[in-house]
């Protein structure tokens, strides 16, 4: 076994299978736990506007790259239209809120929902393609998508979107940011906690199994048919809703809110955060986070010291440093942030028996 797989300090064991497959096994990872949310509970107290607005859109993008890690990580099947069921969530939880006066409370699973079925619709390809041609026809999927939001112009406003307001509930006007963000928060945490124990699930070693080896997990009884369409469905559920909270976060459904260029940025943060893990959700996130936000004070420098470096390059500086990012991350370290942690984790719990 290697370094990785020493998941438990020494002196630690486990004499139940309910303790064994506990997420968190020792009163250290309780404390840090807690600790970490009190943090997060806490943190509209003590942080500027401008850094909560971007944990809030880190936190729905998580939510989004969820998904993709359910359908890329565990089922295996390229996917670059999570932008595209984002847009559907989006558009549903505001048309549900505006043309049927649904609370945002509804509207939001149901974006979830529409969303999934959706998903369901464009993932029928998969069975009979997979690989790069999948990906195409994901890629189709947002072209569609895209066009019938903007075309259906009677109903989803067109190139004018649908504004929509944030939720009451009760005295709590959740307008403000400070009172918005505890919905994300909640809502990171609940899907945080499903795709961790998706994968821990008949259905989540059921989707690990045709991730490995399709032809396999068909001969050992595994429905390919069913289970790559709850993967489309699974994974679009979670786009559709993290669409349905950045409409309201914006307080519109606006069709250049969902990007195409997104979709491939997404992915790329489940390479570089490691592809298969959830804790590789986070890291690729906040990877990609902290380079846009080292992007926008580099940008506007660079260009101050060299004044021939136009300004629609400073611009572009995110894009540059997330592409070179990813290459880097495929060439020196392919398994992703994860799985490097995972290493320096082992590492520090064996110390200072090496052996």
Known sequence: MGLAGNRL????????????????RTKLHWGWLIAFLVFLLTMPLFVSPPFLRSVMSLMITIVAVLGLHIIVGLCGQISLGQQAFMAVGGYAAAILATKFGLPFWVVVPLGGVIASMIGIIFGLPSLRIKGFYLAVSTLAAHFLIMYILIQWASVTGGDNGIKVQRPLLGPIDFASDQNFYYIILVTTVLLTFFAKNISRMAVGRAFIAIRDNDLAAEIMGINLFYYKLLAFAISSFF????????????????????PLLNSVWQLGMLIIGGIGSVMGVFFGAAFFKLLELMAAILGPAIVAIVPSFQASVAASLAEILWGLAIVFSL???????????????????VWPFAY
Request: contains cysteine.
């Open 9 to 24: 300090p020494c002196g630690i064991k486990n004499y139940t299978y309910n303790r064994d497959m506990a997420i968190f």
């Open 239 to 258: 786009c559709g809703v993290a669409g349905a909270l950045y409409t309201f976060y914006i307080t519109r459904a606006d069709p250049v809110a969902w």
């Open 331 to 349: 060439v020196f370290e392919p398994r992703g942030i994860n799985h490097r942690w995972e290493i320096t984790k082992s590492l520090y719990r």
